[in-house]
């Protein structure tokens, strides 16, 4: 917290200045005083407004010239933060960026990331805690939440991708910190979509205690529907890469003209019965052999 409150006093200063260059050139009384939230700093009159502007892009080469806020850390365990207190002066939000835990012992964070304050009746009232961070110096982003859910309301949650890309979501475990290990994937195939409906296959992907992927031991071909146990090359609406079918509970129809659907089909310990009408059934008989 010392160094969020270092970050605010560094913020409030720069931002006082701008606000006082700003003031006498308009002929404003600036008014500046002591920051009354904890750590001190500067504090900028009441509802004064700041307004930037830029006709630069955002270049590398020329050093990022649009960059109106720039916030630099400049000791390897600082973190610059933007925080949000409530009336009383009570942090609530804040938006902080760094490399470096506060605990040497933990791993690197390298991260941004939004923090938003525990239960006030909770195990850690009132600390602010990361929610959602951005790690950077990573190709892939590997983007994070903790103890936080995620509802969409009237709207939906897309995953795409381009050609030959699976499209994944993924449930894990985890242990060690961010370290997770695959259990099953949920997964549009990056099989190539060639017309008629083709590509794109749905499958249920399962692992090892490792994280190794082992099968797919549900799959469905979106150009026909058909569903595929333990194959992802089903030819018949069920195909199923077993030696058996279990139906655990057993049933006996009424009479021949009981209630019943075409194709279902029923036992019990005398006889084997199929629908092969509405309402009309036929059994064989069962024996030992």
């Given at each position: 917290m010392k160094?969020?409150?270092?970050?605010?006093?560094?913020?409030?200063?720069?931002?006082g200045v701008f606000s006082m260059v700003h003031a006498?050139?308009?002929?404003?009384?600036?008014?500046?005083?002591?920051?009354r939230l904890p750590g001190g700093g500067i504090e900028v009159p009441h509802n004064q407004r700041f307004q930037l502007s830029t006709d630069q892009q955002w270049i590398y080469s020329q050093g990022h010239l649009s960059d109106l806020i720039r916030l630099q850390w400049t000791a390897d365990r600082a973190k610059p933060a933007i925080s949000w207190a409530d009336e009383t002066g009570q942090d609530k939000t804040a938006i902080?960026?760094?490399?470096?835990?506060?605990?040497?012992?933990?791993?690197?964070?390298?991260?941004?990331?939004?923090?938003?304050t525990m239960s006030p009746t909770g195990k850690y009232p009132n600390q602010l805690f990361t929610r959602f961070e951005v790690p950077y110096d990573q190709d892939i982003a590997e983007i994070r939440t903790h103890s936080a859910n995620l509802n969409v309301v009237d709207?939906?949650?897309?995953?795409?991708?381009?050609?030959?890309?699976n499209r994944d979501v993924q449930l894990a475990k985890t242990a060690n910190g961010n370290v997770t290990t695959p259990r099953w994937t949920v997964r549009a195939d990056g099989t190539t979509e060639s017309g008629a409906n083709a590509g794109s296959n749905f499958r249920i992907i399962r692992y090892s205690d490792s994280g190794e992927e082992m099968d797919t031991p549900f799959s469905i071909n979106r150009s026909n529907g058909n569903v595929g146990i333990d194959n992802t090359d089903a030819t018949a609406k069920?195909?199923?890469n077993g030696d058996r079918i279990r139906i655990r509970k057993s049933a006996t129809p009424a009479s021949s003209s009981a209630p019943g659907n075409v194709g279902e089909i029923v036992w019990d310990s005398e006889y084997l019965y199929i629908c092969i009408a509405p309402n009309k059934w036929k059994r064989t008989e069962l024996t030992s052999w």
């Open positions: 160094v969020l409150r270092a970050v605010s006093l560094t913020l409030g200063l720069t931002f006498e050139a308009s002929g404003i009384d600036p008014q500046f005083t002591n920051s902080v960026s760094h490399a470096k835990a506060n605990d040497p012992e933990q791993q690197d964070h390298n991260h941004l990331s939004i923090e938003t709207g939906l949650m897309r995953i795409a991708g381009s050609v030959g890309v069920l195909d199923v």
